[in-house]
């Protein structure tokens, strides 16, 4: 029996040149009508190569479909290398393995076309459709995941652009439950396996040229999962007959096909795969599995780009659909440590977490206190960080000193940042003074009117004796803020001891909308009774064209000839 072997370029080149289109098309006929001619197999499957003509690619690629489709549920599940005596002498049983044995090239050659720079996209298509075909054409309709493991490792390991092969799988093949199920499966252990293939890298690789392109590869294939498993549709009811549509089998949505019964006495790594590819029982255990490919990703070197892009999804398209949430809590704590915009993007789910799942962060207030800088006025995601730190600053049971720390710490900002910025701080300070009330002594200080007595009659003892000393001294206590600007720890802030004068210099403010905003509110700031609290989000995605827009629709408004 002939048996194929790898040709050298030059000798493909003339193999190529000797068999014409329709000498392929006649060798493809002769397999399929009869077995006789069993050895055009090998000839045909040597064309399916990235470096073959597309035209003879696609016509092996047809033909051997053709003869294996039928072939492939009744093929034995591996090589002939544990055959015992008695089998390998029975012709049948040899003839068999050694299909099998050409089954797998041909699909291992299907993946080489499928993620290879040379070959056309049209054909890709083909090529990944015919492989998607065998996946399900397991024995009793069962799912190949062998076969689709191959594929996925392929994708994710491979040196060239797959982007395209990324697209087609997930508007074609992604709706399916079974192969969501099989995706997460595949994609936690190639999670793993490159967390392993990265800490092995660490300890013995050089950061030289051969360093680089490992780390550059596990950069790869890093985005190559996270653009996979990003994609994967979300299982969100199972009242909803396309979430419960199968690729493989012909079963319906309550999983009560004869294709997908297990069969009696099969193998136990054969039962435990047929018992779960029924849909309902797929819905049920693919949450534990979409739990376990998140978390084994989450643990890889996430490249900087992916990391936001991560952070930015977690709240809406992952924690919902994990089964614990609460897993997340190493990662989501080490990202909010890490601090800058970080810190911010991991604030959302942190929230979540903490408000819903029942996280315990003892250091939440103050690494929140850490993020209030300048730069985060100008930052990207600061309407959603706003949005939140309105939020965390809610609670009844935070205590004054924190809701000072944050107001004086605010109100500090208002004066060097941007005008937009100045709004949004205008109006946390106003929802903090409404919830708190044990915090308006900020802006109303009795104990500073007895002060400012004793000043004035220093002022004028000291004006009558005429001594500069004293009255720089005077000038320097009167000025004088306990609130320490630079100290990182609220507690340690004297904000209890401080007032909020930077609000009152708002209302000179340069820009109008500032001033008016503030004048809006001076009158009852202190009155809780009479105001309600201001909706964060109408000025937390402000900017100086905003500001602007606003400006020109007022004056629009008053019709100014």
Same mark, same amino acid.
């Given at each position: 029996?002939?048996?194929?072997?790898?040709?050298?370029?030059?000798?493909?080149?003339?193999?190529?040149?000797?068999?014409?289109?329709?000498?392929?098309?006649?060798?493809?006929?002769?397999?399929?009508?009869?077995?006789?001619?069993?050895?055009?197999?090998?000839?045909?499957?040597?064309?399916?190569?990235?470096?073959?003509?597309?035209?003879?690619?696609?016509?092996?690629?047809?033909?051997?479909? #053709?003869?294996?489709?039928?072939?492939?549920?009744?093929?034995?599940?591996?090589?002939?290398?544990?055959?015992?005596?008695?089998?390998?002498?029975?012709?049948?049983?040899?003839?068999?393995?050694?299909?099998?044995?050409?089954?797998?090239?041909?699909?291992?050659?299907?993946?080489?076309?499928?993620v290879s720079a040379q070959a056309e996209?049209?054909?890709?298509?083909?090529?990944?459709?015919?492989?998607?075909?065998?996946?399900?054409?397991?024995?009793?309709?069962?799912?190949?995941?062998?076969?689709?493991?191959?594929?996925?490792?392929?994708?994710?390991?491979?040196?060239?652009?797959?982007?395209?092969?990324?697209?087609?799988?997930?508007?074609?093949?992604?709706?399916?439950?079974?192969?969501?199920?099989?995706?997460?499966?595949?994609?936690?252990?190639?999670?793993?396996?490159?967390?392993?293939?990265?800490?092995?890298?660490?300890?013995?690789?050089?950061?030289?040229?051969?360093?680089?392109?490992?780390?550059?590869?596990?950069?790869?294939?890093?985005?190559?999962?996270?653009?996979?498993?990003?994609?994967?549709?979300?299982?969100?009811?199972?009242?909803?007959?396309?979430?419960?549509?199968?690729?493989?089998?012909?079963?319906?949505?309550?999983?009560?096909?004869?294709?997908?019964?297990?069969?009696?006495?099969?193998?136990?790594?054969?039962?435990?795969?047929?018992?779960?590819?029924?849909?309902?029982?797929?819905?049920?255990?693919?949450?534990?599995?979409?739990?376990?490919?998140?978390?084994?990703?989450?643990?890889?070197?996430?490249?900087?780009?992916?990391?936001?892009?991560?952070?930015?999804?977690?709240?809406?398209?992952?924690?919902?659909?994990?089964?614990?949430?609460?897993?997340?809590?190493?990662?989501?704590?080490?990202?909010?440590?890490?601090?800058?915009?970080?810190?911010?993007?991991?604030? #959302?789910?942190?929230?979540?977490?903490?408000?819903?799942?029942?996280?315990?962060?003892?250091?939440?207030?103050?690494?929140?206190?850490?993020?209030?800088?300048?730069?985060?006025?100008?930052?990207?995601?600061?309407?959603?960080?706003?949005?939140?730190?309105?939020?965390?600053?809610?609670?009844?049971?935070?205590?004054?000193?924190?809701?000072?720390?944050?107001?004086?710490?605010l109100s500090r900002l208002a004066l060097?940042?941007?005008?937009?910025?100045?709004?949004?701080?205008?109006?946390?300070?106003?929802?903090?003074?409404?919830?708190?009330?044990?915090?308006?002594?900020?802006?109303?200080?009795?104990?500073?009117?007895?002060?400012?007595?004793?000043?004035?009659?220093?002022?004028?003892?000291?004006?009558?004796?005429?001594?500069?000393?004293?009255?720089?001294?005077?000038?320097?206590?009167?000025?004088?803020?306990?609130?320490?600007?630079?100290?990182?720890?609220?507690?340690?802030?004297?904000?209890?001891?401080?007032?909020?004068?930077?609000?009152?210099?708002?209302?000179?403010?340069?820009?109008?909308?500032?001033?008016?905003?503030?004048?809006?509110?001076?009158?009852?700031?202190?009155?809780?009774?009479?105001?309600?609290?201001?909706?964060?989000?109408?000025?937390?995605?402000?900017?100086?064209?905003?500001?602007?827009?606003?400006?020109?629709?007022?004056?629009?408004?008053?019709?100014?000839?």
């Open positions: 029996m002939a048996s194929s072997t790898s040709a050298l370029p030059k000798t493909r080149k003339k193999r190529d040149n000797k068999y014409k289109l329709k000498d392929l098309k006649a060798l493809g006929h002769q397999l399929l009508s009869s077995r006789a001619h069993v050895n055009n197999l090998p000839l045909l499957l040597s064309f399916v190569s990235p470096a073959s003509p597309p035209p003879h690619a696609l016509e092996s690629l047809l033909s051997l479909q #053709s003869f294996f489709t039928p072939l492939v549920p009744d093929l034995p599940p591996s090589a002939a290398s544990s055959l015992g005596a008695g089998a390998q002498a029975d012709p049948e049983v040899i003839y068999r393995t050694w299909l099998r044995s050409k089954f797998d090239e041909f699909v291992r050659s299907l993946i080489e076309v499928a996209e049209t054909l890709k298509e083909i090529v990944l459709d015919a492989i998607m075909e065998f996946v399900k054409m397991g024995k009793g309709g069962r799912f190949q995941s062998a076969i689709y493991h191959q594929l996925l490792h392929s994708i994710v390991y491979s040196s060239t652009e797959v982007e395209f092969l990324l697209e087609l799988l997930s508007s074609k093949y992604l709706k399916y439950i079974d192969i969501r199920y099989f995706t997460y499966i595949t994609l936690e252990k190639l999670s793993r396996n490159l967390e392993t293939k990265d800490m092995r890298d660490d300890r013995s690789v050089a950061d030289g040229e051969d360093g680089r392109d490992l780390k550059a590869s596990i950069k790869r294939s890093i985005s190559t999962i996270h653009y996979i498993i990003s994609h994967v549709p979300s299982l969100n009811s199972l009242d909803e007959k396309s979430d419960c549509e199968m690729w493989s089998g012909s079963g319906d949505a309550s999983g009560t096909s004869e294709s997908l019964k297990p069969e009696v006495e099969k193998p136990k790594s054969e039962k435990h795969e047929s018992s779960v590819l029924s849909a309902t029982k797929i819905a049920k255990k693919i949450k534990l599995k979409f739990t376990k490919a998140w978390i084994s990703f989450l643990r890889l070197p996430l490249p900087l780009d992916i990391y936001k892009e991560v952070l930015v999804s977690l709240p809406q398209a992952v924690i919902p659909h994990l089964s614990n949430p609460i897993m997340l809590c190493d990662f989501l704590t080490r990202s909010y440590d890490i601090g800058g915009v970080v810190s911010v993007m991991a604030l #959302s789910s942190l929230f979540i977490l903490m408000t819903q799942h029942g996280l315990e962060y003892p250091n939440f207030y103050e690494k929140l206190y850490a993020l209030l800088q300048p730069s985060i006025f100008i930052a990207k995601h600061r309407a959603k960080f706003f949005e939140l730190l309105d939020s965390c600053l809610k609670s009844p049971l935070l205590p004054a000193y924190l809701a000072a720390a944050f107001a004086k710490k060097s940042v941007p005008p937009a910025g100045a709004l949004v701080i205008v109006a946390l300070i106003h929802n903090l003074l409404r919830r708190h009330p044990s915090i308006n002594c900020l802006v109303h200080r009795e104990d500073g009117e007895s002060e400012a007595k004793d000043h004035l009659k220093l002022e004028e003892q000291t004006a009558g004796n005429g001594n500069d000393s004293t009255g720089m001294l005077l000038s320097k206590k009167r000025s004088f803020d306990h609130f320490r600007d630079t100290e990182v720890n609220p507690v340690k802030t004297h904000a209890m001891r401080s007032s909020l004068w930077e609000i009152d210099t708002l209302r000179h403010h340069y820009c109008p909308p500032v001033s008016r905003f503030v004048l809006s509110l001076e009158n009852d700031l202190t009155v809780r009774a009479k105001t309600t609290e201001v909706a964060i989000k109408d000025f937390s995605s402000g900017s100086y064209g905003t500001i602007f827009a606003e400006e020109v629709k007022l004056l629009s408004s008053l019709q100014i000839p």
